[in-house]
């Protein structure tokens, strides 16, 4: 039953074997670069909430106890005070103002503009960050799938390399017609594909180091994959019209959100600047109170008697903090923000298309070259397989069959390149077009 | 001789019975089926195990009945026929017929086991029909494309077999056309009589 129990728990524990959609919602969810962005966000929400603050009631309190000594008499009398023992007591005094903006002329209307555009340009910098983190993750998927699926091959290739070295070690010592020369290429063969075995071999474990990286998973995490060799590509390749791609781009990148809200961002920053020297309009109160019993309470109003009073009233007000020349900096700080992201803007006009002309152009040339590709392996495979047959049959040297071998692990590996590179190609697509990953990676 | 052997043969004699009347796709079903029985040799010592070798006796017998081994012997050594005497052609033949016998059809045998084949395509050939396998191992990431070219005797037997569109055929007469020119029809048979003794030596042969 323990045993039972214990078999459970291990398999209950075992992560989820993921695909690439698997990877990437985990990265989205996980990644620290992600959640960077997220509370860039927060950040920009909580300013918000700042500047919203300004039309909010504002309360100020004081209020202490203290000892005070025994005074008599008041200002138009003779006064009389005792610092004995039992002459003191309480001195007790509350202080409260109500201060309540409701108007700023703008200023506050402005700086809540400039807060909400920018928190709307980290929102869009999220949708960013996320594909960029989708696009790392497909980048270092194929990677390892591509080291993952170069092994098999190898492997097969160094046995057979392996065994040929056995039999032709003994004819050597036995003088039958092979040669050092012989030995030594294939020794060298066999060094070659241990070179390749063990590039491969780091290739996996780095790029599953990277890809735990990205995902945001700690290298000590566990990580399990469906996919263990890189899938053959369609026969057809699906190609959609530049134009398409480029309209797509036009839309739905969220390079151009956060250009749009940083303009706005700025030209309202600017205006709040601007407005700096306006006045602020206030409801405002005050509330005095003082109390010690060991002083006598002068009730003559011309006399000012903190001790002793309660005092209070309401009033419409101004706040005014004069600084023009601050003012104006800060609005010239922000005018030149504004012109930045135009600068930007520019940039992402022409910037924006070449990205998705190069990964649409990229995509046809590694699906040509896969399937350039696809043909040199089926001739190294029918140069093994002949080769092989010939062997069989006593016709052909193992040599023929060797030199085929090695001439299809590398066909493989052109074509396993290929593959690997299209696949990334088509990533990076739709990077370029702003393919909405949340969407597409997160949802069933 | 144990019940399952005696049942596995009288399986194979029941197929015997139903071949003439399979079409080549059936045919072809069958082979595969019929392949993947062959015993491997014993990885430690490299030869077959008695078992093994009294399991294959069977199986081979079954093999012989899919391929024309003597039409695809003949052909292969047509075009070189007339650098032969009688003796060297007879002998041809039999060397020849043992070495597909005991090299190829073990071979093919691990591949069908390994590769999980599935038929792709059967199409007209010529006045032949032939059928497309597809099979791939994963275990060195190594796809065929086969094609059984069957043609129409007492019962569908395959002429012929391609790999990736090229002829076995063909290759062999080219192969054999090579050497017959260069080490005449003894040089060839001393080529395959030394590989059928090496394979006798390593695996125990005959089966």
Redo the contacts between chains.
Sequence with gaps: MTTFILALLILTSQPEPLDLKGCIAVALRESGTVQQARARIEIYKARLKQVESVYYPKIQTLFYVAPMFTVRGDATTNIERKFGPGDWGPYTRLEAQFAWPFYSFGRVEAGKDAATHRMNVERARLQATEQSVALEVSRLYFLRLFAQ?MV??I??ARDIIDKAIETAEHMHAKGQGVTTVDLAKLQYGKNELARHLRTAERGILVAEAALKHTMGLLPEDPLQFTEN?LNPLPEILEARPLVTLLEEAASQRPEWAQLEQGKKAAIAWSLAEKRANFPVLFFGGQLQLGWAPTRDDTTNPYQFDPFNQIFGGVALGFMWGLDPALAKAKSLEADANAVEVDGLKRFADTGIPVQVIKAASDREQHFAAATDSHESV??T??WV??A???Y?????DARDVLEGIVAHVQS?RTLYESIRDFNIAEAELAYAVGHDVQENNTKP | MNLLSTVFIMSLVCNAATASTQDPKARTESLIKTLAQIEKADSATGAYTQPAREHNRAVFKDVDTYFDLKGFSASAIAPHKAKFNTKQLQSFHETFMQLLRIVAYPKSGAFMKDAKPTIKNVEPQNKNVAVMVRGYSAADDFESHTTFVWSKQKMWRIADVQFDGASLLQDYRNQFGRIVEKEGADGLLKKLQDRLAKEKASKGMPL
């Design positions: 699926s098999p091959a492997t097969h060799k089926r001739y495979r029918q397989t002949f092989s047959t010939a069989d049959s006593g016709t052909a493989k």
